[in-house]
T-cell receptor, first 112, second 113 residues
Framework: GEDVEQSLFLSVREGDSSVINCTYT??????LYWYKQEPGAGLQLLTY?????DMKQDQRLTVLLNKKDKHLSLRIADTQTGDSAIYFC????????????FGGGTRLMVKP | DAGITQSPRHKVTETGTPVTLRCHQT?????MYWYRQDPGHGLRLIHY???????DKGEVSDGYSVSRSKTEDFLLTLESATSSQTSVYFC????????????FGPGTRLTVT
């Protein structure tokens, strides 16, 4: 079955880069996603990458995909206190319902 | 903002009572989803809909039913709530133009005592 795993917690200093990692098991994944959740809020779609790409950059965000190792990472450059949140990795397999499978989330804490 | 609202936003109910959560969207999206969020589990899919009266089960559908009688509303019903259904429930949609982008509503916090 499908499984998506993330580390639970990451702490960085303001201004440093953050790297959040994710591993998945479904080799048929077509899209991989990063969502951000702030306290008491819903999930915000940050970025996503199609499975035939190995990198995507969007302003301060860089997504790297290693399909051989089934490893996805999100790098946030110049991390700010406003980046403190829970980050979820998700994968979409080749299914009719466009369904996503989520990891358990990584809590990012940014210290001033 | 994909025009998704959820109601109620918070609810406390007793074990054994029926509960219905509503997801409403204003942009004529075809696909709608119900997820639950629990600590350490991320989000898990309960049910989804691919059109009016067309629904299917997700990973954790036991104890839940859904209905979609019109495009804009997707209802999630707990026929007899249990304490294990205490959770935060999120509705989501995918847009027709870009069906690989999934957007979430603000969530409903349900507590079953």
């Amino acid at each position: 079955g499908e499984d998506v795993e993330q580390s639970l917690f990451l702490s960085v200093r303001e201004g440093d880069s953050s790297v959040i990692n994710c591993t998945y098991t479904d080799s048929s994944s077509t899209y991989l996603y990063w969502y951000k959740q702030e306290p008491g809020a819903g999930l915000q779609l940050l970025t996503y990458i199609f499975s035939n790409m190995d990198m995507k950059q969007d302003q301060r965000l860089t997504v790297l995909l290693n399909k051989k190792d089934k490893h996805l990472s999100l790098r946030i450059a110049d991390t700010q206190t406003g980046d403190s949140a829970i980050y979820f990795c998700a994968e979409r397999s080749n299914n009719a319902g466009n369904m996503l499978t989520f990891g358990g989330g990584t809590r990012l804490m940014v210290k001033p | 903002d994909a025009g998704i609202t959820q109601s109620p936003r918070h609810k406390v109910t007793e074990t054994g009572t029926p509960v219905t959560l509503r997801c409403h969207q204003t942009e004529n999206h075809r696909y709608m989803y119900w997820y639950r969020q629990d600590p350490g589990h991320g989000l898990r899919l309960i049910h989804y809909s691919y059109g009016v009266k067309d629904t299917d089960k997700g990973e954790v559908s036991d104890g839940y039913s859904v209905s979609r009688s019109k495009t804009e509303d997707f209802l999630l019903t707990l026929e007899s709530a249990t304490s294990s259904q205490t959770s935060v429930y999120f509705c989501a949609i995918t847009q027709g133009v870009r069906p690989y982008e999934q957007y979430f509503g603000p969530g409903t916090r349900l507590t079953v005592t």
